[in-house]
């Protein structure tokens, strides 16, 4: 009895029922923050899609083989396809799903095609874009569906930090307390820290290293238990602000482990930040649909006889 009542309860947990009102808003995050890496290697398009940059003509580490590029004339057109697909995830909502397979087709072509340049946060792109794709849900705006795709995020970003603090533990992250210090003078190094290393003294480094080592390796404890949810989500975005103050390029990473943090945020803060978000978009477009309604009306009628 007392099993299936557990049962029952993990069921619910995992894929019951509830406001989801925060996938949403993860779902135009995420891909708000996909759009915006793109964006970045855009500014060098040719040099990251076309022949005129250096790419690898052998498989890497993966072993996958790489990616056609592109002809510098088929650039505009993958603008269109990544861009069109990230404003039918905004507007089209029974076509969300097949607009996220186009964007999972994007982050595989974009980790194929320059491998070097991709990185970790493009993998996480192609699994999250597949999974948003099949995620069971909604197809329209309601506030509430199955909460697995909440779930299953919030377990990617728990295991992502667990995973890493794992890592960290085994390597030097107990045994040298200037890792954190030595890593702030690599090649991505800021105007940021090149200030904070002549500033900070050592001990504070030590501080910075082994409280996020604390923090990502009791992740799943800190975001699951409610008591300590604000202090993580808190700590959480002042660790990713950090990377991006002192990393230079990395700022992308920042914000895409920032949407995740939507995931942990009350459902009616999501749904009233989704509220002011339809709000804006809709008086902007009002706004200018109204000005060229008033530029259409102030123009001389030549039919008009009594003008």
Known sequence: MIGKILLSRLGNFLVGEAPVRRFRLF???????????????????????TSRGYHRSVPGLSGIEPLPLLPGWAIPFFVV????????????????????????????????????????????YIAGFLFLAFSPGRDNDTASGSIAGVRAFQGMLLTLYFATGI?????????????????????YRTETAAWLLRNLPLWGWAAIQHSVLVFELGAPLWFGWRRTRPVAIAFGLGFHLGIALLMKAVWVFSLQMAAFYVLFLPDDWAGEVLRRLQNATRALLGDRAAGQKSRCDSR????????
């Open 300 to 307: 001389p009628n030549y039919l008009d006889r009594s003008q």
């Open 167 to 187: 890592a960290k533990a085994r390597g030097d992250w107990l045994s040298h307390s200037d890792v954190v210090w030595t890593h702030a003078q690599g090649i």
């Open 27 to 49: 779902e135009l995050a995420f891909t708000a923050a996909f759009l915006i890496l793109i964006s970045r290697n855009l500014l060098e398009a040719r040099e990251w899609l």
């Open 81 to 124: 396809f990544v861009f069109g697909a990230g404003f039918g995830v905004a507007k089209w909502a029974k076509g969300r799903r097949f607009c996220f397979g186009l964007l999972f087709f994007a982050a595989v072509y974009a980790q194929g095609v320059d491998t070097a340049s991709a990185f970790a946060l493009n993998k996480i």
